[in-house]
Nanobody, 120 residues
Framework: QVQLVESGGGLVQAGGSLRLSCAASGRIFSPNAMGWYRQAPGKQRELVATITGGGTTTYADSVKGRFTISRDYAKNTVYLQMNSLKPEDTAVYYC??????????????WGQGTQVTVSS
């Protein structure tokens, strides 16, 4: 059993910053690839960023230059630093863990989600 627990969501004004954290525990073998996804009301869940077991990162075009994904291997924790937030970033953000070190296919494990609301 694997648990992913997100924290750090909240309400912020446009242009502000937030940092999301995701702590992984249980039967998860470091270093799995990890990712952040988001789902806005009435929209499908979309990929925001991923980080492989080796630390290679990818980003959705909509967040490039504003968001940074990182990980602390010792703490089994992945972060999402979000800067220059826009109202369109408002969504529930989900942490996800892939089965292997590369971020391919569908993640195997998901967190419960944390709400991020950006006011204009």
């Amino acid at each position: 059993q694997v648990q992913l627990v997100e924290s750090g969501g909240g309400l912020v004004q446009a242009g502000g910053s937030l940092r999301l954290s995701c702590a992984a525990s249980g039967r998860i073998f470091s270093p799995n690839a990890m990712g952040w996804y988001r789902q806005a009301p009435g929209k499908q869940r979309e990929l925001v960023a991923t980080i492989t077991g080796g630390g290679t990162t990818t980003y959705a075009d909509s967040v490039k230059g504003r968001f940074t994904i990182s990980r602390d291997y010792a703490k089994n924790t992945v972060y999402l630093q979000m800067n220059s937030l826009k109202p369109e970033d408002t969504a529930v953000y989900y942490c996800a863990a892939f089965a292997y070190t590369l971020a391919t296919g569908t993640p195997r494990y998901w967190g419960q989600g944390t709400q991020v609301t950006v006011s204009s």
